[in-house]
């Protein structure tokens, strides 16, 4: 069965360090997002991205990150400065359409020091 | 703006006994509604969802939810717990312009034998 995988499972950086964590979508699809799950608290959305580019980003999605889709499998995502408060799991999600029903890869861990 | 309420961040049953997590919503058009399941060091994966057809959906392993539009209401319910039910449960309403999954703020559900 198709899935999204995503690299790394967990990554560990020092504060103002770059990250970029990487996904591939399943093959077909079309719309793309990443979306973020702090310790303890809910799954929220940061950006979507659809026809190489950006179709909607949210308030925590901030000059700090950037998504590309370079090659046209891979879509990553880049912090260029981390924060403390960037520790999180961070989830890849892609949709052959636009209803919503949207396949999430097992996530990303950073652990920002 | 729509948002997701999901009543509870943890809720303990028996096995065998029924399992009932609700979530409300807020909507300004039709939602498309859906349950998604974690299970511990994994992804997201959808349950089911309703996209305005049958009021009652039918998920997999044994779940189903009931949307109830005059108590704003998706709650999610199965006749009969077991053991590996045991996750974190999240319900969503999608932005239909974007895509975007919106989510509740999960039910933690433990299992006990």
């Known amino acids: 069965e198709p899935e999204v995988t995503q690299t790394p499972s967990h990554q560990v950086t020092q504060m103002g360090q770059e990250v970029i964590l990487r996904c591939v979508p399943i093959?077909?699809?079309?719309?793309f997002y990443w979306y973020r799950q702090i310790l303890g608290q809910k799954v929220e959305f940061l950006v979507s991205?659809?026809?190489?580019?950006?179709?909607?980003k949210s308030e925590i999605f901030d000059d700090q990150f950037s998504v590309e889709r370079p090659d046209g499998s891979n879509f990553t995502l880049k912090i260029r400065s981390t924060k403390l408060e960037d520790s999180a799991m961070y989830f890849c999600?892609?949709?052959?359409?636009?209803?919503?029903?949207?396949?999430f890869g097992e996530g990303s861990r950073l652990t920002v020091l | 703006a729509q948002s997701v309420t999901q009543l509870g961040s943890h809720v303990s049953v028996s096995e065998g006994a029924l399992v009932l997590l609700r979530c409300n919503y807020s909507?300004?058009?039709?939602?498309?509604l859906f349950w998604y399941v974690q299970y511990p060091n994994q992804g997201l994966q959808l349950l089911l969802k309703?996209?305005?057809?049958?009021?009652l959906v039918k998920g997999i392993n044994g779940f189903e939810a009931e949307f109830k539009k005059s108590e704003t209401s998706f709650h999610l319910t199965k006749p009969s717990a077991h053991m590996s039910d045991a996750a974190e449960y999240f319900c969503?309403?999608?932005?239909?312009?974007?895509?975007?999954?919106?989510f509740g703020q999960g039910t933690e559900l433990s299992v006990k034998p």
């Open positions: 999600a892609s949709s052959n359409r636009v209803d919503g029903e949207l396949f």
């Open positions: 909507s300004s058009v039709p939602p498309y």
């Open positions: 093959s077909n699809h079309l719309y």
């Open positions: 969503a309403v999608s932005d239909l312009e974007g895509g975007k999954l919106i």
């Open positions: 991205f659809y026809n190489n580019e950006i179709s909607e």
């Open positions: 309703y996209t305005s057809a049958a009021t």
